[in-house]
């Protein structure tokens, strides 16, 4: 009889146990999800996802270069600017426009020996990159990468041909000529002008060894639309891989004032497709997904 009652005794704690620990395995499992703060950052996270399980909730997931992670900010910028279309937005946002310039860090570009680099306002070169095939453009000492040296003697010759000459101004600079170019610049005309024209030292597209200011017959660059032979020199250039880099009427896009004379190499495929789609190269790269 005692040792029934022992037995019952002992039964009954191991059943409570084996009880105890299966509420304990649910509780655990379950406690983690009743835990979650519900935060700005949670409740956008479960924003997020049901936009995406539900297209109709979403109007921007339908375009190619929509980024998921940038759906809130889709959002807000499209609250500012009501009248753009849903490709803009996408597009801006994308850019990293939907901030005033210079506003964040920089994001520091990972690949700058790529021919295509998008070197703006918002990607910064690292800071002692340097390209390592700068070779002579023009007998002043201006240097380009190899490849773009190549095309713009091609272009030369075709703008001879066409009955005028051009010269590359100002083409490769280091980050710190750069500097140097910017204060100078910044202190005889502030910030804001200068950001218009200047780019800040490690954002030039002068120091990829890819870009170049150009003149005509020998007039200063910066009257080189001023030439007659401005429309022949502006059709030669996608044949040879060059795009005008700050197109008139795209400043809120490039940050940067319209040059007529700053050309940038990117190659001849690239070029025909920018041109053909009537967009800067911001634009291009930001709807290509890169
Ligand atoms: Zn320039």
């Known amino acids: 009889m005692k040792l029934r009652i022992q037995a019952v005794f002992i039964g009954s704690i191991v059943v409570l146990s084996v009880v105890w620990i299966i509420s304990a395995f649910f509780h655990s499992v379950q406690a983690p999800i009743e835990d ?54 996408i597009t801006h ?26 070197v703006n306002k918002i990607y910064k070169l690292p800071e002692s990159w340097k390209p390592s095939d700068l070779v002579a453009v023009e007998s002043g000492g201006q240097q ?19 009955g005028f000459n051009i010269i590359a101004h100002s083409a490769y600079r280091s980050t710190k000529s750069q500097k140097h170019f910017y204060d ?15 780019a800040r030292p490690g954002h030039s597209e002068h120091t990829t060894g890819l870009a170049a200011d150009i003149s005509i017959n020998g007039a200063h660059y910066t009257k080189i639309e001023n030439s007659e032979h401005y429309p022949t020199f502006y059709a030669l250039l ?30 001849k495929d690239l070029a025909k497709q920018v041109n053909a789609l ?9 709807r290509k997904g890169e």
């Open 36 to 89: 979650v703060p519900k935060t700005v950052d949670s409740n956008l996270q479960a924003d997020t996802n049901m936009d995406e399980e539900d297209p109709l909730k979403n109007e921007f997931s339908h375009i190619v270069y929509y980024d998921k992670q940038n759906l809130t900010r889709y959002k807000t910028y499209q609250k500012g600017n009501p009248a753009l279309s849903i490709e803009d937005i």
């Open 93 to 118: 946002v994308n850019m990293g426009i939907d901030a005033p310039f210079y506003s964040k860090d920089p994001i520091i570009i990972e690949n700058p020996d790529r021919i295509d680099v998008l």
């Open 144 to 162: 380009m990468r190899s490849e773009a040296a190549q095309a713009f003697q091609l272009l030369k010759e075709d703008c001879k041909v066409a």
């Open 184 to 198: 100078n610049m910044l202190a005889i005309n502030g910030e804001e002008y200068t950001d218009k024209y200047m």
């Open 238 to 267: 996608e044949n040879h891989g060059f795009i005008v880099r700050y197109p008139q009427g795209k400043e809120h896009l490039t940050g940067y004032a319209y040059e007529a004379w700053h050309i940038r190499y990117i190659g």
């Open 278 to 286: 009537g967009i800067t190269y911001d634009e291009y790269v930001a």
